[in-house]
C-alpha cells in the first residue's frame, strides 16, 4: 500500500483509515508511513517496532514535536471509510487518522519549517499503557523525543486542551462455591454475587473538579465481565474489570486508594495506572502555540500521551481535528473541513 | 491404559478416575473401556463414537439396561483420585465413575445373568442436549437401547430416585450504547444494565412442588456471563446464560415460557432444553426392582437420561453409589463402601 502525502489532507485520512491498524496489528500502517517518509529527503527517519520518528535537522534554536499514535480501537463495523456531506466516516477517523495525516501532510510539505519539527507516529495507544509505543521510544531512545514543546494530534474539534484525566484498570474478583445447577442452594453464585459490584458501580457518583482554572470530569464504569464454569455449574468466580478515569489532581497513587475504597471488602487488583497531567497552560511556549492558533481552552477528559510529555519535561497539549465525543462509537466520523482547519493552523505556526 | 474389570470395584472407581474424561475428550477412557469389554466372550460389544453397547445374548425374557456415562465436568484441581478414611476424591468420582465401575464389574464377573443385559456407557452428558451421546445411540442404533426396564447409575446415595427434573439453557442479552469511557455519559454500559437481569434472579422464588408424591425443587441461576468490548470502551452488550432446572410437571414448552414470563422485556434466546421425566415408580418393573434393592424412593433433582429413555417408552430409574449433593464440586467424593453395597445389591438382582 503506498500513501501520497502530497495529495489532498481529507483524502489521505481516508487512505489511512482503510488501513486497518487496531492495536497490535499496526505493522502494515507503519509499514505504509515509514515507506512514505522515506522519500522525503529533509527528514531523518527512525523506526523502533511499529513506532516511526522522522526529524528535519535545520539547526533552528526551537524544537517542536507534533505526535499521534496510528492504532484504533477494535473495527465496529465501520471501515471503509465513507464520505457522507462532508463527514468522513470510519474507525479511527476521528480518533487519531486525522491528526496523523494532518502530521503527514506537513511532513512532506513544509521542508523549511520556521523551527525543527520531529515527527512521532506511534503504536498500542489504546491499550495498556505498558504496550504504548510512546512509552517505549521514551525508555529506549528518549533523545529521538528531546524538545522545547510538543503538540499532540489527539481529537479535540481544533481546540487547544490542557492536560489529561488519568486512567485505572482494576479487577474485582467476587467468589462463590461451586455446587451442581439442579441443586444451587448447595453453593454459592458468584454471578449473582456480583449484581453488588454492579450495584456500586451504578450508584456511583463522578467528580467533577476544576484543576488550574479548567473542568474535569471524571468517570467509574464496567468495561468488562467474565463469570461461568459449565452450564449446569454454580459459578465460584466472576471478574468484573473496571476503568477508573481520574482528574489530575489525583495521583495514581490516590487514585487507586480511591478505587480500593468504593470496593472496599471485595478482592480488587490493579492490572493497570497511567496518570494524568495537569493542563500546564501558563507555560511560555504553551501560549505562545495557543496564542497562534486561537481560541478558548479546555479540558482533555481522555488520556493522552501529554502525560507522558509531562514526565520526560516537555510541554505539551492536546490539539487535532475530529470530536472527541464521537471517538471509539460505531459512528465515528470527522469533518473534513475540521481536518483542513488544523492542517491550515499548523502549517502557519511553523511557517511563521 | 489397561483396566483390570476384575479388580475391587473400589480400585476400579479409582482408575476410572484417573483417565481423565471432561466432556468431549472422553476417546482414552472410551479406549480402555473398549479393550477391557472385548476381552469379555459372553459380551457383544458395538462401539459409536466414544459410546460403548455391550450385550449379553442369553434368550432370556426379561432384558434389563445398565446405563452411565463416562464424561464429567471440568476438572476443578481435583484430579489424580485420592483415597482418604474410606472416601476417594477426584473429579467424576461420584458422578458418575463409581456407578460406571459397578457397571464394568457386574459386565465382567456375572456372565450368567438370570434376565439378558444390556450395559451402555456413553459421552456428553454434562453438555448440551444436542451432543449426548445417548441421544445419539437413540437416533441411530435404537435397537440396541430396547429393553424392559432400565437403570441409570448416577449418584442416589444407593436409594432409588424417581423421575428428573428438566433442563433449559436461555441466554439474556442486554443491550447498550458503546461510547470511549473517558466520556461514559455518552455512552450506555450494558454490564450496567445486566444488574437488573441479575437482580430478578437473585429475587427468584423457586418452586418446590410434589409430582405423582415425589417433592421436587426448581431452580434459575446464571451460570455464566461475558461482556465487554476493549479496556476503553463502555460495552454496547453483555449476554447472562442462564440454567433453569424445572420439576417434571413443567414441559419444556411450559418452562420456556416461563423464563419468557421471567424476563420479561429482555432479548431472550433458549439455546437447550431437555425434558424431565415423572417418576413412573407405579410401573410393575420398576416395582420389582425397587423391592430388591429396597429402601424409600426420592424425586432426582439432577436431569438425567431418565427422561431419555422415557421418551423411548422404557420404564427407567436412577440408583447409583454417590452423594448427588457433591457431584460438580471441587470436593467431589464418594464412600468406597456405597459402591461395594450398590454393587452387591445390583449383583444379587441380576443373579436372582
Not at 252 to 279: L, N
Amino acid at each position: 500500500m503506498q500513501l501520497d502525502l502530497f495529495q489532498d489532507v481529507g483524502q489521505l485520512t481516508a487512505s489511512l483509515v482503510d488501513i486497518e491498524s487496531v492495536s497490535g496489528a499496526e505493522k502494515p500502517l507503519a509499514d505504509a508511513i515509514e515507506a512514505a517518509l522515506r522519500g522525503l529527503p529533509h527528514l531523518t527517519v527512525h523506526r523502533d517496532g511499529d513506532a516511526l520518528v522522522a526529524r528535519t535537522g535545520l539547526g533552528r534554536p526551537q524544537r517542536v514535536i507534533l505526535a499521534g499514535h496510528i492504532d484504533t480501537v477494535p473495527v465496529a463495523a465501520n471501515l471503509p471509510s465513507q464520505v457522507e456531506r462532508g463527514l468522513l466516516y470510519g474507525c479511527g477517523s476521528a480518533d487519531m487518522k486525522s491528526g496523523v495525516a494532518v502530521q503527514l501532510c506537513l511532513a512532506a510539505s513544509v521542508p523549511q519549517p520556521s523551527r525543527d519539527v520531529t515527527y512521532v507516529f506511534y503504536d498500542c495507544e489504546e491499550v495498556e499503557a505498558e504496550r504504548n509505543g510512546m512509552l517505549r521510544l521514551s525508555r529506549q531512545r528518549p533523545e529521538l523525543l528531546a524538545g522545547d514543546f510538543a503538540v499532540l494530534l489527539e481529537p479535540t474539534g481544533c481546540v487547544v486542551e490542557g492536560g489529561c484525566q488519568g486512567t485505572l484498570r482494576a479487577e474485582i474478583a467476587v467468589a462463590g462455591k461451586r455446587a451442581h445447577s439442579a441443586r444451587s442452594w448447595q453453593g454459592s453464585n458468584a454471578i449473582h454475587a456480583a449484581g453488588d459490584v454492579i450495584g456500586v458501580l451504578r450508584g456511583y457518583r463522578a467528580r467533577q473538579p476544576e484543576v488550574d482554572g479548567l473542568t474535569y470530569h471524571e468517570g467509574l464504569n464496567a468495561v468488562g465481565v467474565r463469570g461461568g464454569v459449565a452450564h449446569n455449574v454454580i459459578p465460584d468466580k466472576c471478574v468484573i474489570t473496571v476503568n477508573y478515569r481520574f482528574a489530575p489532581d489525583r495521583s495514581p497513587a490516590q487514585a487507586e486508594a480511591h478505587v480500593r475504597e468504593v470496593f472496599d471488602g471485595w478482592d480488587v487488583t490493579i492490572a493497570d495506572v497511567a496518570g494524568g497531567a495537569r493542563p500546564g497552560l501558563a507555560d511560555p511556549a504553551a501560549v505562545a502555540f495557543t496564542t497562534a492558533v486561537g481560541g478558548t481552552p479546555r479540558a482533555k477528559l481522555g488520556w493522552t500521551d501529554v502525560a507522558r510529555f509531562a514526565v520526560l519535561g516537555v510541554p505539551a497539549v492536546n490539539y487535532g481535528p475530529g470530536d472527541p465525543e464521537v471517538a471509539h462509537t460505531a459512528g465515528e466520523h470527522v469533518a473534513l473541513s475540521e481536518i483542513s482547519e488544523c492542517e491550515d493552523r499548523m502549517r502557519a505556526w511553523l511557517t511563521a
